[in-house]
């Protein structure tokens, strides 16, 4: 009878003749995880800005809610009152829309230069993974032909 072949020696010498290099996997989650760190604080540092412009406009409609909301002498005071706080309403908001729209900014502009950095590093990183793999190939297949 026809005796089957095993293939587990043959599959142990093919994967012990290929070596996988781990440090190339192991830069590659560093450089991964470096990129994440500069992308969490470039989100954070956006967030804690905006919060701040938001606690101030807050802060300064209340102000001005309670001075539109005291008594008045005359019923003329009062459209002025409330004239003065819409106005004042509308020329905050611009300001505070302006300030939102720069962290808007600065976060892409932050964003683009962290991932064109982490580019080159990548590529950098996989060319010399591939240039080391390519040699350890070689090395490897010329010792399996040389046997």
């Keep these: 009878m026809a005796k089957t072949q095993d293939f587990t020696a043959v599959m142990k010498d093919m994967m012990g003749a290929f070596p996988v290099d781990t440090k190339a996997m192991e830069d ?6 470096t990129l994440n760190e500069k992308l969490s604080n470039v989100a954070l540092e956006a967030a804690e800005k905006s919060a701040e412009i938001s606690n101030k406009w807050t802060k300064d409609t209340i102000t001005k809610l309670s001075d539109m ?8 005071d009062y459209a002025k009152s409330i004239t003065d706080f819409a106005s004042a309403s509308a ?12 962290i808007a900014k600065k976060v892409q502009m932050d964003t683009v230069e962290l991932l064109m950095a982490a580019g080159k590093d990548i590529t950098e990183d996989a060319t010399a993974a591939v240039k080391k793999a390519t040699n350890d190939v070689t090395t ?5 032909a040389a046997k």
């Design 69 to 76: 909301s005291k008594a008045k002498a005359e019923p003329a």
């Design 91 to 102: 020329e905050v908001a611009a300001e505070n829309m302006a300030a939102f729209a720069e």
């Design 140 to 144: 490897a297949a010329k010792k399996a």
């Design 28 to 33: 590659a989650f560093k450089t991964q995880a």
